[in-house]
């Protein structure tokens, strides 16, 4: 039978699958979600055998069930192959009392390679599917690493364009360099002054254009979302989860049922909501560990029940997860509002119109699964000099953070059960503050210097996504404020 895709907004929006990942965003503004979530109907055991191929299969087919098994085993071995640089895709350290899910192997070394090196042959296979002739135009708002992994990711795929909107003081050196050198003639790269809620918001409004969309049909165009709200990149992000149990599970460091927890560092809510839905299909998950940074909207909204993005903006050493509007969180309030779309609506729209809600108390209990905690600036620092110090692991901020507030929670509770800590991005990414972190006097090395010099003390070779952009010639230089955003789409599809 196939799986169905509803809106959180609006009960009547019911599509398929390939619908879902078309449109990105449903009307009016809310996110498909699966109208139920699927059991896994594999053992744990039997997945432990296979490879990270297999397994996102096994999880692909219960989410997209109307792709065939030929679409979705295709779409598979084009996203996970050579471009990542270790067969595992997904490879797992211990370090001091934690196991590190690295995530950062893909062609962009963020965790975002992994659902963007799939999303865009999901895409041209649901196009097909529904017989889609306008040419798709990806349109996304990064704070830094979807970025870059979408357009890697769309680069040179026939039938698409994107274009990407950043905050030009918003990300990191590196992240900037890689996306200012992408090639392919169907990519365009904006810095917008603003930061990313407003870029995001920017995009929003587009998609909700109907205007625009009509002037865009007109031309053969169509929008699309790359950004964590679609479908497409939510179902592939489970599969690492339930990748990590089974990799546990096979080398013995767990007994089979045996419970985990998951740490992720967190922005938009949609790598942690992965996790949250791997729980319900029956992974031996129990608390989802949420970490903030010092944008703690969300350890305050799980502290108290109410979600409140009326406070400053705080630019951080982990870039990718400043971010005060989690988009993804909207999801889970939809679950734990009974998948009532008519109440989670009006929540999501006081967030727009007062810039906060509160959800009542029995909604609140539905959230027991989930530990929120934040680390601060210092502490991060602190984090990765530890770690390196005690065990010569080096470690990126975003999983630091992580990695801090795994510390906070043994604290607060004393759980010692097997803990998997999301490792988001490469340290290399992030060279500048890493090094900072380890050694001050490193911040007065330039940028490839330290990059030379992380590889130097972490005894790992410089990874080729950063190889590659040391030289590369800067392809884009356009700047332009928010409220032109929609000026700049029309102007590139002319
Ligand atoms: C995007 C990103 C995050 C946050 O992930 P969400 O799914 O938005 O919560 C964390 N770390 C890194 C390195 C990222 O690129």
Avoid: W
């Avoid at 940028?447 to 010639?473: H, T």
């Amino acid at each position: 039978m196939e799986l169905q895709y509803v809106s959180t907004r609006d009960a009547s929006e019911v599509v398929s699958a390939s619908q879902a990942i078309l449109k990105g965003l449903a009307n009016g503004g809310g996110l498909f979600v699966p109208t139920s979530i699927p059991k896994l109907d594999v053992s744990l055991q039997d997945l432990s055998k296979m490879s990270y191929q297999e397994v996102a299969y096994e999880i692909l087919k219960l989410y997209l069930s109307d792709f065939t098994e030929e679409e979705l085993k295709t779409c598979i071995a084009r996203a996970y192959d050579d471009k990542f640089d270790t067969e595992e895709i997904a490879p797992m350290v211990y370090a001091d009392g934690a196991y590190y899910l690295e995530l950062f192997h893909g062609s962009t070394i963020a965790f975002k390679d992994m659902a963007l090196s799939i999303l865009p042959h999901l895409m041209i296979t649901s196009a097909r599917k529904n017989n889609v002739t306008n040419e798709i135009v990806i349109l996304t708002a990064t704070s830094g690493d979807t970025g870059k992994a979408a357009l890697a990711g769309f680069a040179g795929v026939e039938g698409t364009k994107i274009i990407v909107f950043y905050p030009k003081d918003g990300v990191s050196p590196i992240q900037k360099q890689q996306m200012v050198t992408q090639v392919g003639d169907n990519t365009l790269v904006v810095g917008i002054n603003g930061n990313f809620d407003q870029a995001q918001t920017g995009v929003k409004k587009m998609f909700a254009d109907e205007a625009m969309a009509k002037e865009l049909a007109e031309a053969g165009y169509q929008f699309s979302s790359a950004n964590s709200i679609n479908i497409g990149r939510l179902v592939p992000q489970i599969v690492y989860y339930v990748y990590a149990y089974t990799r546990l599970l096979a080398n013995e460091r767990i007994e089979e049922g045996e419970k985990i927890n998951v740490v992720v560092p967190t922005g938009n809510f949609g790598n942690i909501l992965a996790a949250f839905y791997a729980k319900n299909m029956g992974l031996p998950i129990d608390k989802l560990i949420c970490a903030s940074n010092e944008n703690k909207v969300l350890y305050d909204f799980f502290k108290t029940g109410v979600y409140d993005k009326n406070r400053e903006f705080v630019l951080t050493n982990s870039p990718s997860m400043d971010i005060l509007i989690s988009s993804n969180l909207e999801r889970l309030i939809y679950r734990i509002a009974g998948e009532d779309a008519s109440k989670n609506a009006q929540l999501m729209k006081l967030l727009t119109t007062e810039g906060k809600y509160e959800i009542t108390p029995e909604m609140k209990e539905k959230l027991a699964d989930f530990y929120g905690n934040f680390t601060s600036e210092a502490e991060t620092a602190e984090v990765i000099r530890n770690l390196y110090e005690k065990t010569g692991y080096v470690i990126d901020t975003h999983t630091a953070v992580a990695s801090g507030v795994y510390e906070q929670y043994k604290k607060d509770t004393g759980d010692t059960k097997a803990t998997v800590i999301a490792s988001t991005a490469s340290p290399f990414k992030f060279a500048r503050s890493v090094m900072g972190a380890i050694d001050e006097a490193c911040l007065d090395m330039e940028d490839f210097a330290l990059v030379d010099k992380l590889s130097e003390i972490a005894n790992v070779e410089v990874p080729k996504a950063v190889e590659e952009i040391r030289s590369a010639e800067v392809r884009h230089k356009m700047v332009c404020e928010v409220d032109e955003m929609p000026q700049v789409v029309r102007d590139f599809l002319k």
